[in-house]
């Protein structure tokens, strides 16, 4: 679905005097907005061409750490700069930010301007095209999970990020009552994200005492990447305005569930027939779609690294807390880790239940697609469906235990260094061993208490 603005809505808008303010934003690795704040005036004189960004924005961690060992950038060749290449079809407004619109952009090397191979975006939009040549249009949506806090990020970071309270004080899973305790911000984020262009379907309570969750219609992987990144920074944001604060984190807390990230995916004709769907068969899947399941499937273990990226989203895979544990695939069976909805209908798609909220959209599409895409051009056969429940099967491959395991996989894999290119495969597997490295040296609390005494 296209943005909300055009240019010349722009224009007419900033000499009204209604926007004043372009956010002029990149995605990073984290999948997180960067960029800059642009005068309106000055981004319609000739900032919508294009602006400069340091090419660490590519190459540091959650803390924005300079981090060393990437191929693409290091102290050693200066931190040079990138190309911020506005794409216009995504300015729209920010209702929640006085006077404000954004633009996403493309990042494009400094001086070949052709896409920089490791940007996120970029990764995705390869893989999209890749799909185009098959003659399909890949259609997905995500939904995203949080945890909604009483109080706001500045009262916790004070209190050393201890014991943040949520706002809903039990389980309101599609509980109505509960739920209207937490409209204020919710009403916000549902109306804001609205008036930005993004077509918000719903939101509920998660099962989980103050998680919730927001559901965004369906659309072009493209444009479902650019939306669930946006939607996290405005969850943030108009969360932040209300006095509250929210996390995507993948596991918050050890005794509670975790917070995922679900993608739903379907590949459609360039005509705009739903090319997963065949009545004939079973369960309404083509054989086209079997072939792109059982891609996913023989390389869920290979991608998982893209879907769960830090140390802390593999503390998420527990049994019996819908979350999956084994890369499996079901008819509507929420312990396994690929799940098909909407049998026999047009609107059969695969749901990858893998994927936490602390994905990156962009890393997250493109691994997926690829999978499938790979299933399609070698035709590989679907095994049979799962069925009972997946937490207690026995002889099913697992999804990896931790971030090492599943780094090492994807280093290793030959489908992703085939479908993205060994550098920026490798360029990821830094960034995943750093993340270990750095949870490595850390002294945590649960060690304290275990051993400051005991020892």
Not at 75 to 94: C, E, F, I
Not at 324 to 349: Q, Y
Request: net charge negative.
């Amino acid at each position: 679905m296209p943005a909300n603005l055009s240019m010349e809505s722009l224009k007419a808008a900033v000499t009204a005097g209604e926007i004043d303010t372009v956010l002029v934003c990149t995605i990073d690795m984290q999948g997180r907005l960067m960029g800059k704040r642009f005068h309106a005036r000055h981004f319609l004189d000739g900032g919508w061409e294009e602006t400069h960004c340091c090419n660490y924005l590519l190459a540091t961690d959650m803390e924005m750490m300079t981090v060393q060992g990437y191929a693409a950038t290091s102290w050693a060749s200066g931190y040079g700069d990138h190309v911020m290449k506005p794409d216009l079809s995504t300015l729209r407004l920010v209702p929640w930010l006085p006077g404000t619109a954004l633009v996403l952009c493309d990042l494009l090397d400094h001086h070949t301007h052709q896409e920089v191979p490791h940007a996120p975006r970029a990764i995705l939009k390869r893989q999209i095209a890749r799909a185009s040549a098959m003659g399909f249009v890949p259609m997905m949506a995500t939904e995203l999970e949080f945890f909604l806090f009483e109080q706001s990020y500045e009262a916790l970071r004070d209190a050393n990020w201890r014991d943040p309270k949520t706002l809903g004080g039990y389980n309101v899973d599609y509980a109505i009552f509960g739920t209207s305790k937490e409209e204020e911000v919710m009403r916000a984020i549902r109306n804001g994200l609205y008036g930005a262009g993004i077509p918000v379907e719903c939101s509920k309570g998660e099962a989980e005492t103050g998680q919730e969750e927001i559901n965004i219609r369906y659309s072009d992987a493209l444009d479902t990447a650019d939306m669930h990144s946006i939607v996290k920074n405005g969850v943030k944001e108009i969360a932040h305005a209300k006095g509250r604060s929210v996390t995507f984190m993948a596991k918050y807390r050890h005794d509670r569930v975790g917070s995922s990230s679900h993608v739903h995916q379907s590949l459609w004709t360039a005509a705009g027939a739903p090319a997963f769907f065949d009545e004939t068969a079973d369960h309404g899947m083509s054989a086209l779609m079997r072939h792109y399941v059982a891609g996913l499937l023989h390389h869920a273990r290979d991608i998982t690294c893209l879907l769960a990226p830090y140390v802390n989203s593999y503390k998420r895979f527990v049994a019996g807390t819908f979350a999956p544990t084994k890369t499996v695939w079901s008819l509507d069976n929420r312990t396994a880790g690929f799940r098909i909805c909407g049998e026999g209908t047009k609107g059969v798609r695969v749901e990858c239940r893998i994927g936490g909220a602390d994905l990156n959209p962009y890393l997250a599409m493109a691994a997926l697609l690829a999978a499938g895409l790979d299933g399609i051009e070698r035709k590989l056969d679907l095994a049979p469906a799962m069925s009972g429940d997946a937490y207690l099967g026995t002889d099913m491959p697992e999804v990896p235990k931790t971030l090492g395991e599943a780094a090492s996989l994807m280093k290793g894999s030959a489908m992703l260094r085939t479908a993205f290119g060994d550098a920026v495969i490798d360029h990821y597997h830094r960034a995943a061993l750093w993340e270990i490295e750095e949870q490595n040296r850390v002294v945590t609390d649960w060690e304290l208490r275990r051993g400051l005494e005991r020892a």
